[in-house]
């Protein structure tokens, strides 16, 4: 003789949640779903948000990408008048690929958590999620210590080189510096290059480098334009690096 199968608690518990929610009426439905299921529905929200946030992410990061930035101010300011006009020309050419400009809050070796913005740069870095990066001294000072400035006056047109040379804006800076234990540096593992343009007298620096927030007697921080050495968009960073140095 066969024995019938048992059914299981979750089943009877579904078919007894069904038969309620076909007896009652209008809103009462919802107060009963929300009442018993809310946590699970909460669960299936989120989980579903985590889903689709990785496909937009994966879906993204399939797209052609032509360009790179990352814009890192010593004020609040947002640079999107500037950007907005470059990007419409530099898609004139019609390649494909979209142009990111990330526009991140000031690197800054007086807040106590500096050392998470070194690993967020070092991971962007290295994942090659950066092109060319607007800063400061101090985050062009961390690009320099990992030595991912790319020498600028091998990769621009002898005319812009000559011309920022003559304009003082081409910056010879020392990379690959590292600290010692008791914070000097060994000056002999350092490579000397012209790695950076000064955009204090630039376009782009009068206007998006004048709210500065400084103490009495404190002088303001420049900016600086970096080509970062491992980047798949040379040709698009050297344009937007000649478009910086205006």
Known sequence: MNKEKKESV????????????RRLKGKDRWRFVW???RYKIIVALFSLMVILTFAHLLWEGQKPCR????????????????????????KKDGKPGKV????DQPFDYDNSYYYVQEIEVMT????????????????YSYLLAINACMPLDTVLPDKLTAS????????????????????????????????????????FGRTYNEDQKLDEGE??????AVIISNTDHLEDSITLAGALAR
């Open 35 to 37: 009442d018993y299921y």
């Open 164 to 203: 920022l040379m003559k304009e003082g804006k081409l910056v010879k800076s020392t990379a690959n510096l590292k600290q010692n234990e008791d914070g000097s540096t060994d000056e002999s593992q350092g490579i000397e290059g012209y790695f950076s343009i000064d955009l204090t007298d630039t376009e």
């Open 67 to 90: 360009l790179r930035v990352c814009v890192v101010l010593n004020n609040d300011l947002y640079c999107d008048d500037w950007f907005d006009p470059f990007i419409d020309s530099l």
């Open 100 to 103: 990111d400009v990330n526009q």
């Open 10 to 21: 979750f089943r009877k518990e579904v078919k007894r949640d069904i038969g309620t929610f």
């Open 124 to 139: 962007t870095v290295s994942s090659r999620r950066m092109d060319v990066a607007v800063c400061g001294p101090d985050m």
């Open 219 to 224: 002088e303001k921080a420049p900016l600086y």
